[in-house]
């Protein structure tokens, strides 16, 4: 079974940056969208950013500005620059990919969630 792996989650000061990455553990065909979700404690599941083949890209409003969102397609790889971080975007952090089937069908892919804790 084909896994998202990411790395890069750590701790943070309010003000600071890091960057996530996500890869498969194998290759994996016909992805169209990646992107990132986030889980923080007591709250659902939350979209942060997306990103189409296409290079479409698409921001929930609270990290507009702050967060970038990237991919290489070669790679089946997909990033998240977070800069200007605040206490508020401490969560667990998941990658995710939709794969298009050959019966048109979508297959739906995610990581084990990396920890982003961001200090005041």
């Known amino acids: 079974q084909v896994q998202l792996v990411e790395s890069g989650g750590g701790l943070v000061q309010a003000g600071g940056s890091l960057r996530l990455s996500c890869a498969p553990s194998a290759s994996i065909s016909n992805i169209i969208n990646m992107g990132w979700y986030r889980q923080a404690p007591g709250k659902q599941r939350e979209l942060v950013a997306t990103a189409t083949n296409g290079g479409s890209t698409n921001y929930a409003d609270s990290v507009k500005g702050r967060f970038t969102i990237s991919r290489d397609n070669a790679k089946n790889s997909v990033y998240l620059q977070m800069n200007a971080l605040k206490p508020e975007d401490t969560a667990v952090y998941f990658c995710?990919?939709?794969?298009?089937?050959?019966?048109?069908?979508?297959?739906?892919?995610w990581g084990q969630g990396t920890q982003v804790t961001v200090s005041s």
């Open positions: 995710y990919a939709k794969r298009l089937t050959a019966w048109a069908t979508i297959n739906d892919y």
